[in-house]
């Protein structure tokens, strides 16, 4: 099973600055199979990036996706006030089991 | 729009069975899979397993093999996830979520049900 070690566990910024979360497999991601979910409090996921870095539909640019192999990043370029969540990453395609990250919150500093 | 609606929250004393349901609707239900994610209080998320709507194909975590079964009625476009022997450790928020696969395999979930809680208390 590929384990996903997410950082840091809690990021705490302003509203405009850029937010910055990493993703590291414990083996290598194949093809790019990696997600990106943000999940509020008392609310369901929601996707954001799939195939790594393909925003999902109706997802604002400000959010973009990198990387390949082992690493991933999740980038916000300018927080909003509704970006202050938890955000997990998953992978898919290298097993037949589907994992998530821990999680990183992103909360107001 | 697409949308899936989850049965209400279940109370149930270990050792019981909990069924959720997850009613789709706004697309074709057997071109897309269900997956099954669950999220204890506190917690982050944790991957159930998975049914594919267009054959029953079914892909559960090792963890949960034995425990739970996925089925779907094609007739109702309803997903059901099934638990057994339930422990106070199953507490937690179920969600089923829409799955994109492509052979066979499923890759991400891009639509979510708002959850059903199922508390396991005696």
């Known amino acids: 099973e590929i384990v996903l070690t997410q950082s840091p566990g809690t990021l705490s910024l302003s509203p405009g600055e850029r937010a910055t979360l990493s993703c590291r497999a414990s083996?290598?991601?194949?093809?790019?199979?990696l997600a990106w979910y943000q999940q509020k409090p008392g609310q369901a996921p929601r996707l954001l990036i799939y195939?790594?870095?393909s925003r999902a539909t109706g997802i604002p640019d400000r959010f973009s996706g990198s990387g390949s192999g082992t690493d991933f990043t999740l980038t916000i370029s300018r927080l909003e006030p509704e970006d202050f969540a938890v955000y997990y990453c998953?992978?898919?395609?290298?097993?037949?089991?589907?994992?998530f990250g821990g999680g990183t919150k992103v909360e107001i500093k | 729009q697409v949308q899936l609606v989850q049965s209400g929250a279940e109370v149930k004393k270990p050792g019981a069975s909990v069924k959720v349901s997850c009613k789709a609707s706004?697309?074709?239900?057997?071109?897309?899979?269900i997956s099954w994610v669950r999220q204890a209080p506190g917690q982050g998320l944790e991957w159930m397993g998975w049914?594919?709507?267009?054959?029953?194909?079914?892909n559960y975590a090792q963890k949960l093999q034995g425990r739970v079964t996925m089925t779907t009625d094609t007739s109702t476009s309803t997903a059901y996830m099934e638990l057994r022997s339930l422990r106070s450790d199953d507490t937690a928020v179920y969600y089923c979520?829409?799955?994109?696969?492509?052979?066979?395999?499923?890759?991400?979930?891009?639509?979510w049900g708002k959850g059903t809680t199922v508390t396991v208390s005696s």
């Open positions: 049914i594919s709507a267009y054959n029953g194909n079914t």
């Open positions: 083996q290598s991601v194949s093809s790019s199979y």
């Open positions: 979520a829409r799955g994109i696969a492509a052979a066979g395999i499923l890759k991400y979930m891009d639509v």
């Open positions: 998953q992978q898919y395609g290298s097993s037949p089991e589907l994992t």
């Open positions: 195939g790594a870095s």
């Open positions: 706004g697309y074709t239900f057997t071109s897309y899979g």
